[in-house]
């Protein structure tokens, strides 16, 4: 199994080199070179076995299938829920997959915590030590914290945009006590944590210098990781039986998962609705064929406040017919502008990919909430009520409908509350992730004053 950059300028690498540098460094996303086709999971299966199983077929000949079942199983034994992604009803022919289960009650969870066993045991036969910088819209943060807190092997560096994440969701990153976890709340939005997180891995000698590498939802692990419980839902739900996942989306990275589970064989059709808040700049992508770049409004789910979805270059890479070149183009001219029409030989066969989205307003996502409290005695997070609104309007159609249910509504106190006047708190299973005392620095959002920070660190240690 090879991966190939987006851009077409960096060399094919094996799925560890993918995995542990994050970006390519050409700039562009690493893809499988193909997909591979990959047998449905058997009846009985657990899900670590299921996840070994998909995981194994995208690592290829770079991670035996002993180490692989062994991470998995030391991954997902930390969930609070054996299925790790059960389906519950939520309304006639509507589940949702409720993907909160992990440490840090988060979907990045499934993810982070597979990629935390993943650096550990490769760098420890490489014996290296690595930066991890990671930029994050309330949640990765956290989980990378859940993940890495503690870890011989690496330096966690989060970047969250300072007072726009909830405060549950900062406990989980700033007060795990571990000194290999800094926190930097920057002086801006989520999107300029992002472009700075990837001018840093821009910059060759830094990245040399402090081995740089990147867990946000552009991580391929991560692509990969989100993949199983698309197949586990299938599983579950029949082989054939169609289904229409809807899935609350800010980069992209989960609604992109789905499409590989369906490349790969693991699912009996595709059919993928992106809920979005507000901040739409996706919707319109997918609709019209125009990207931009715009400023992002703070809404009441703020894991999706982004205006930019970085795995949005994958689908468009697909769309392109796999044209790095004509993808290189087209994301040059954004970062000058950000401002670009797709060309009509992406725009078109975008459109008929099996994606589509939706856009919820602010008002009507606690509305959403309080519709779901009233009909099933259930708090709902503000994202996951996004994705249920966007299911409650999509056409009707023969497919049951899968809402990924995000986050937990304990991570949002003040929403569900306004919402719906329940109050909800933390499961005591993660009090002790939440009640240390917090450390976190304030810093301008600037390239070169991050960058002096992680210098900083590595000349401590
Ligand atoms: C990250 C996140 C999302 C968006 O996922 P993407 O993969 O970035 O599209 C949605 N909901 C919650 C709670 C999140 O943490």
Redesign the pocket.
């Known amino acids: 199994m090879k991966y190939v950059s987006t851009r077409g300028g960096s060399a094919p690498v094996d799925f560890l080199t993918a995995c542990l540098a994050g970006l390519a460094p050409d700039g562009g996303l690493y893809v499988p070179e193909s997909y591979p086709q990959i047998a449905r999971p058997e009846a009985g299966m657990s899900y670590p076995e299921v996840a070994a199983h998909i995981l194994g077929a995208f690592a290829g000949d770079a991670i035996s299938a002993d180490t692989m079942l062994a991470l998995c199983e030391k991954a997902y034994g930390g969930f609070a829920h054996e299925s790790v992604a059960p389906l519950v009803q939520l309304a006639p022919n509507r589940f949702l997959m409720e993907l909160h289960h992990g440490p840090t009650l988060?979907?990045?969870d499934v993810a982070m915590q597979f990629i935390g066993q993943l650096y550990d045991w490769a760098l420890e036969r490489q014996g290296k030590r690595m930066t991890i910088i990671c930029a994050t819209?309330?949640?990765?943060g956290g989980a990378a914290a859940g993940a890495f807190a503690g870890s011989k092997h690496v330096d966690l560096v989060i970047l969250h945009p300072h007072g726009r994440i909830s405060p549950v969701q900062r406990l989980f990153m700033t007060t795990t006590g571990a000194d290999n976890v800094h926190n930097f709340a920057l002086e801006g939005d989520f999107d300029q944590c992002q472009s700075i997180v990837k001018a840093l891995f821009a910059e060759a000698g830094f990245v040399q210098q402090v081995g740089l590498s990147g867990v946000n939802?552009i991580n391929w692990a991560r692509i990969a990781a989100q993949s199983v419980y698309y197949a586990t839902a299938q599983a579950n739900m029949g082989a054939d039986h169609p289904l229409r996942f809807i899935?609350?989306?800010?980069?992209?990275?989960?609604?992109l998962a789905g499409y590989v589970a369906a490349r790969c064989g693991l699912l009996s059709g595709f059919d993928v609705m992106c809920a979005v808040n507000e901040n739409d700049t996706l919707r319109e992508v997918l609709e019209t064929g125009h990207m931009r770049r715009s400023t992002t409004i703070a809404t009441p789910?703020p894991?999706?406040d982004?205006t930019v979805?970085s795995n949005l270059e994958r689908v468009l890479f697909e769309a392109s017919g796999r044209d790095a070149d004509k993808i290189s183009a087209l994301y040059g001219a954004f970062a000058q502008s950000g401002d670009v029409e797709l060309p009509e030989t992406i725009a078109g066969p975008l459109g008929c990919m099996g994606f589509s989205a939706r856009t919820v307003r602010n008002a009507e996502t606690l509305g959403e909430m309080k519709r779901v409290h009233a009909r099933t005695d259930w708090a709902i997070?503000p994202?996951t009520a996004v994705g249920s609104l966007a299911a409650e309007r999509a056409p009707v159609s023969n497919a049951t409908d899968i809402v990924l249910a995000?986050?937990h509504p304990a991570k949002f106190p003040e929403t569900v509350s306004e919402a719906t006047g329940v109050q909800v708190g933390i499961p005591a299973r993660c009090s002790g992730a939440v009640g240390g005392e917090e450390v976190f620095s304030v810093l301008p959002a600037d390239q070169s004053a991050v960058r002096e920070h992680i210098l900083g660190l590595a000349a401590a240690r």
């Open positions: 988060a979907f990045k819209s309330g949640d990765t939802s899935v609350p989306s800010g980069n992209m990275g989960d609604a789910s894991a999706m982004i979805p997070c994202h995000t986050a």
